[in-house]
Structure formats: structure tokens, C-alpha cells
């Protein structure tokens, strides 16, 4: 019986499998510690697309073609796509999936969206309205620094707190039937604001988000820490990741041998020159879909808490002095 | 039993009820047509706030308030807000639902947001994740113009196709338990692009969306226009409308009789100087939230079928040449 649990928290009783996930990565991902775990590396951050934004796009289509082969699944049999990225109006989405005539959902939570995507897939698919659902989210480094922060061109220095857009687009089809990996809770986030102003430490913002709802899903589920092989956090870096476990050390509760962030996985922080890490929704997505989810099917972890955490930084009202508002969701997935 | 009709419906046999639904709505809005339906006309379109950005959340707070109000509920009776605007990232319900401490689902899908926070929210309250889900969306007409077309100082000559973005923000409670008005099917759209590239013709972008998505929900549940007392769309205004019925009476169905508009309804097109009407996410919210619920309770109608309407238009590809993605999600409420 699936049933509420606390105030942030549903566990899922009835089967949501995992049948499909794949991850499509730039250049320098592919040159950094995953290489071997990624579906495909493209040649060529541009994919032979005019913009960076229709490349955006191209790692969507690639991204969903591969989820779909690798499950045998044409677009015909999902019923529904929920997807997002970091362009305005989600860009990346839209054209990304413009030709696929899949039912769509569109979501924001700028980086969270894929736990975002994952947690409403869940509730459809354990809902019995659909029996396959696609989620994929991506980010380009070019599409998104030129639209946050700095026209390319500029050559701007970057502050040691500054993360790295990754360049990757992940997807994943969520099942009532199949074997295999599960997700068997969700814990949806609440906005937190902690006062940082700085668009150039998304990972200060984020911290106490993935802290709210990490705490939460304890709290609702009565676990620990202990009951989790790995507590993943979507893209707070190494400056967000170590305020994290501080913040949750002082609440009590020690992640430190459990945490680990995709944004620190995904690159090697001393030698790619991506300062505090990566970031974007296509950190977490890219990296769920492929190292991660090739543990879980290997038997390295049994249950593991994923909390894809968003900073929801508009550059407009950040300039008009306003804080940086923030979000996590967290997935639990067990094999 | 909930169930899947054809490929985009699915039929809510669960009950999900409206218990509660509130408007607000700008100083222009106000002075329209549907002046006497609205829950509160603002006196200053900045409500008190140092930006239109912040006055835009001003609305989402303040609909949040009266929806609650109306149902005699707090923040802490929701279970899931589900919520998105017009302003890059959504600033306006990031920063409107801040301070609410409500599970947070956001969402893009341009003018469409406000049936696809209905239909997300009535899917998770028919499959019992929820008692209580509030959706929200807001537009503004100076926060809007100001980021998708021109600063509004410059004071350019408007299109005779333009539409004019509503400043207003709605609000609607779902619940498992009520009485009166219910959803009892959704129809969730796909991706339409019909080569639209006039950032000034929304209504021609969106119409192709909206007859995929109506005539979609003709075919899935075997109904045609007779069976409903209104077939609503969000905001095609004059120019979208009846590009609308004219591909309707093509394929064959005649909804003439049956269709009306959000973006029509809600200003006098002769005398308000808006062109082709109202559009943004606040039009279908605050003219459903208002008069057409209205309209429901007070047994003019029995069953309607709304399908707001988004243009997932991004300013950046535009100008880049490429065309304009548009979606339509449609929703039936019965009383």
C-alpha cells in the first residue's frame, strides 16, 4: 500500500521499476573519472547544431533515443515525459522533444529537476495512470553560462566557489513492470532561502535545501543515515557538499561516510581546472543514469538516497538585490 | 476506476474536488468585463514592491491567501503546491511561495500552467498521494513585456496581433473529500509547432496546440463538442480563437457555438486597447478562478472542458531564428 509518511514523504509499496537509463556526456566529462560509465561522449560539445541551445537539445534527443533502445521501447509506448532544464522557458526541453509526440510535462527546479522529474514519474507510474514514463533532464555548459552569468566571450575569472555547467543530458524510464532497481520513496522539497546573494556559489545556496529535506525524510521515515548505502546530492560541489555535512553534523547526524555529490564525482576537481565542481541539472541526471545505476544493478549498493538539489537563481531579481531561493528532492531507489 | 482513455486521457473516476479557488486581479483586469467576479482588485499593480518582479509574487501571495482563506485552511493543510509563472525560472512562485513551507512542485508550460498544475494535481490526489494539492500561477503584464518583447519605457507601437499579458495570479484547492465541482478527466498535451516565429502572434502559435490537444480528448473518450457546455481555451485571444475554429470545423467538428477564451473574456477588446486580448498564466488561472467557476457553482454550467494554452517561447532561439513550441493541456471540471 503506498501511504504518506510525515509531511514531505510517500513511500511507494507498489512497484515503480527502473528499465531504462542512459547518459549522454560532453567532452570534458568524458575526459573526467566516469568516462568508462557514459552511453555515449560526444565529439563535439556543438553536436553540428547553429546555437548552443539547439546542442542543448541534441543531447535531449540522444539522451531519449538511447533511454528508449537500451529498454527496446519506441515513443509510442511512454505515456508521458516530464522533463526540464536550465535554459529560460526550458528551452532545451521543448526543442529537444518537439518531434517525439510523447504527452509532456514541463517542470522547473533548475538543477533538482531530475529528482523533480523522478518523484512525479513515481507517483504516476505506483498511481497505475500510466504504465511507462520518461524523465530526462540536461545542461550545457555554453548554453548556460551565457544566460546566468558571463558571455563566453568575456573570458570572465572565475571565484574559487564558482561550479562547472556540466555539458550532459540523462534520461530514464520509470515502469509498473519489470525487476530490478526501484524507486521505492519520495521526499519533495520545500523552498529554502538562506540568505545567499552570491551567483557564484550556487552550492552555499543549495546546501541548506538538500539539508531540509534530507533531514525531512529521516524525520518522516524514522530511518538514519545508516539505513543508506550512499546519500547523493545532486550538485552542491565540494564547497556545498562540505557545508552539508557540517550543517547536518551540527543537527546531529553524521553523513559524512555516506554523502557523496555528483558534482564532485563527475570531474577530477584538481585536475580540470572546475574549481569547487560541477553543476546543472545534467550533473545529476548524467551521473544517476550511468555510474551510479551501474552500482545498483552490480550489487555495490542495496538502498541509496539521491537528493538533486536547485538553486532557483534568476539573474534579474539577484540583481535587484533579492536572495537566492533553493530546492532538493529526494529519491529513494533500492535493488 | 481511474483509468487511460486512448493515448492522452485519463478518466478520474476517484473524486477530486474543488473546495476552494480564489482570484486576484490588476488595476486593468479589474476595470474589464469580469470586473465583478474577481476575489480582489489590486489598487496599485506594484503592490507596494520595489520591482514588478516581487509585486508579480505579491499576487501569487495574495491568491495563495484567499484560496486557503476561502477554504477555511492553512499552509500546513497542503500537502503539495504545485506552481509556475512567466519570469525566467519562474522567479514569481519562487519567491511569491517562499516563505509558505509547502512541498514544492514547479513547473513550466508557458499560458498551459495552470491546467497542467490542475492536471498534476488532480492525478495526485485521485491516486491518494494527497488529501489537499494547491495549484497557483500568476502573470504580470510589466514583468512579462519587459523580459519576452520590449523594455516597456520604449513604448513601442504594439501588433494588431498582440495580445496583452494579464496581471493577475489564481488559485485552486483539490481534495479528496468535498462536495460540488470535480475534475474528472485530464488531457495532457504534446508538443506542437506549426512554424510559428512571430513573437508578437501568440494566438497563431498556440491555436495548433490546442486543437491537438481537443480534438486528442474528442477521440480518447469517444465525446464530442455536444456533451460539454463550454470548451474553454486559456488564452488564444481573438486571433488564436478563431484560427482555432476554423482548423476545428476543418477536421470536422464545430465548436463554434461551444468555444470560448479566457483572453477574450477578461478585457473589453473594443475599449481597453488591448489588441488581441489577454494572455499569460494569469489569464486562464484568474478567469477560471473567478467567473467560470462562478458559473459552475451556480449551475449554468455542468460540465466544461478548459485548455489552457502555452507558447514555450524563448526569446533567445527565436532570435536565433528557430520557431515557437506550444503546448495545450486540457482538464474537464463537472458539477
Known amino acids: 500500500m503506498n ?14 521499476y527502473v528499465i531504462s537509463y542512459a547518459a549522454v556526456a560532453g567532452v570534458k566529462e568524458g575526459e573526467g573519472p566516469l568516462r568508462d560509465s557514459f552511453d555515449l561522449i560526444v565529439k563535439d560539445d556543438k553536436m553540428a547544431e547553429r546555437t548552443w541551445e539547439l546542442a542543448e537539445s541534441a543531447f535531449v534527443k540522444k539522451a531519449v533515443q538511447l533511454t528508449l533502445d537500451k529498454a527496446g521501447l519506441k515513443n509510442t509506448d511512454i505515456d508521458y515525459v516530464l522533463s526540464g532544464d536550465l535554459q529560460n522557458q526550458c528551452a532545451a526541453a521543448h526543442y529537444g522533444l518537439r518531434d517525439t509526440g510523447i504527452p509532456f510535462f514541463g517542470l522547473y527546479g533548475a538543477c533538482s529537476t531530475m529528482t523533480e522529474s523522478i518523484s512525479l514519474g513515481a507517483l504516476l507510474v505506483a498511481s497505475g495512470f500510466t504504465k511507462n514514463t520518461l524523465c530526462v533532464t540536461s545542461s550545457h555548459f555554453c548554453s548556460a553560462e551565457k544566460q546566468y552569468r558571463n558571455p563566453l566571450e568575456y573570458g570572465g ?9 556540466v555539458t550532459a543530458a540523462g534520461g530514464m524510464i520509470l515502469s509498473s513492470i519489470g525487476s530490478g532497481a526501484r524507486i521505492t520513496s519520495i521526499t519533495t522539497g520545500r523552498i529554502v532561502d538562506k ?13 541548506p535545501a538538500a539539508l531540509d529535506t534530507i533531514t ?31 550543517l547536518a553534523a551540527r543537527d546531529g547526524f553524521d553523513i559524512t561516510s ?21 553543476s546543472g541539472c545534467g550533473c545529476c541526471a548524467s551521473v544517476l543514469c550511468s555510474h551510479i545505476m551501474n552500482a545498483l544493478e552490480a ?16 539573474p534579474v531579481t539577484v540583481q535587484q538585490g533579492e536572495t537566492i531561493p533553493a530546492i532538493a528532492h529526494a529519491i529513494v531507489i533500492e535493488r
Chains 1, 2 share one sequence.
Open 195 to 207: 540568505g545567499i546573494s552570491d551567483i557564484t556559489n550556487m552550492g552555499a545556496a543549495m546546501a
Open 258 to 278: 555516506k554523502h557523496d555529490d555528483c558534482g564532485r564525482m563527475i570531474y577530477d576537481i584538481e585536475n580540470q581546472d572546475v574549481h569547487a565542481g560541477g
Open 216 to 246: 525531512a525524510h529521516f524525520k518522516d521515515t524514522g530511518r538514519t543515515p545508516t539505513d543508506y548505502d550512499l546519500i547523493l546530492t545532486g550538485d552542491l560541489g565540494v564547497v556545498g557538499s562540505d557545508i552539508l555535512c557540517e
Open 299 to 314: 550489487g555495490k549498493y542495496k538502498r541509496i538516497l539521491v537528493a538533486a538539489t536547485g538553486a532557483l537563481m534568476n
Open 3 to 16: 501511504r504518506r509518511c510525515g509531511k514531505q514523504t510517500v513511500a511507494l509499496d507498489t512497484p515503480v
Open 157 to 165: 575569472q572565475r571565484t574559487p566557489t564558482a561550479q562547472w555547467t
